[in-house]
């Protein structure tokens, strides 16, 4: 088996679809010391023991500091937190970073030029790899140019577009689509989870985030913002943004891009996509909405989404959303 991998594998598709977890899931498996014939993991060797409690000397998962916080680890997070670059150093006293840093490849580079702890193969995972500064990316090329003898490199993706093509030419690419929404809803239903068609919805058909999102269970902010847009004016619009001032402008601008959609679809094509409760108040939007104006909406939105991470007062960013959203209906 160890003959035969590559050294570097990309796994690549829509966010919420497992991609991690499989990453996480194929690792350990390499790392079993009693593998079971089909490949998988035994879950009872020391490997797979160290493993689960992350303490496996012959892995390395390489995360941003913000989403190792949300896995609630704390002290790699801060450890993270070191590997940004000038562009966001000014940021992180305040809030973890959302990229790789350089600093996060080069101590990689400490622990790939020895020998493995336990002789057998060294696994690194990185996820998201669009997370990758310019920096970092190109000390991961280097890497993955010359990759020492025994170390398997998991990478995962939500953009494959979004890597440098050198990288992609050095990796073996595993798709991994969204999956049929009959599948997923079954999965969701077989997880237990209520009114699972709607959480899936919302989430555009995928299932592992749908999951996330009803356990955490709660809409109330997303519930909040969509009021807004389904009743747009001036006075809601400032109302909204003072409720939501402590929210994500991820998560915002994340329900205005999905909202949009559906705008645009049901006015285009009768379809729908994302939020079937509000269905009645969408179509009604679209009779009335002018494409045109809809589609520089659906421009400035996606302008606004690469700038959600960079320091803002979130009150008046959701105040611009809502009162150009109302703009649309308001010629």
């Known amino acids: 088996m160890q003959a035969s991998l590559p050294h570097a594998i990309l796994l690549h598709g829509p966010v919420g679809t497992g991609k991690s977890a499989f990453a996480e899931t194929l690792a350990k498996s390499l790392l079993c010391e009693n593998r079971h014939p ?154 237990g989870v209520a009114d699972a068609e709607t959480w899936l919805a919302e989430q555009g058909g995928a299932p592992v985030a749908a999951l996330e999102e009803a356990q955490n269970g709660n809409r109330e902010e997303m519930d909040v913002f969509l009021a807004a847009l389904a009743s747009p004016g001036v006075d809601m619009a400032l109302k909204t943004a003072e409720k939501l001032q402590r929210s994500s402008a991820r998560n915002i601008i994340a329900w205005l891009q999905r909202w949009l959609y559906d705008l645009l679809s049901l006015s285009m094509s009768g379809r729908q996509r994302y939020f079937p409760r509000y269905r009645k108040t969408l ?38 959303i809502l009162l150009d959203y109302s703009r649309l209906f308001t010629r």
């Open 38 to 191: 089909g490949g998988h993991a035994c879950h009872a060797c020391l490997s797979c023991g160290w493993f689960d409690q992350y303490a496996h000397l012959d892995y390395r998962r390489i995360l941003p500091a913000a989403l190792e916080a949300e896995k609630g680890a704390a002290d790699e997070g801060a450890e993270a937190a070191d590997g940004e670059d000038e562009k966001t150093a000014g940021r992180s006293a305040r809030e973890p970073s959302r990229r790789i840093g350089i600093d996060q490849i080069r101590q990689l580079a400490d622990v790939i030029n020895l020998s493995t702890h336990r002789g057998g193969l060294r696994v690194i995972c990185l996820w998201p790899a669009e997370a990758l500064t310019t920096e970092s990316a190109n000390a991961l090329l280097k890497m993955l140019e010359e990759p020492p003898p025994g170390t398997v490199f998991i990478l995962v993706t939500n953009n494959i577009n979004a890597l440098l093509p050198t990288i992609l030419s050095r990796c073996r690419k595993l798709a991994m689509p969204m999956p049929d929404f009959a599948a997923a809803l079954a999965w969701l239903k077989a997880e």
């Open 283 to 320: 179509e009604t939007q679209a009779a009335s909405v002018s494409t045109d104006e809809l589609l520089r909406l659906i421009k400035k939105t996606a302008e606004r989404n690469r700038i959600a991470e960079h320091p803002l007062v979130l009150r008046l960013l959701i105040e611009d």
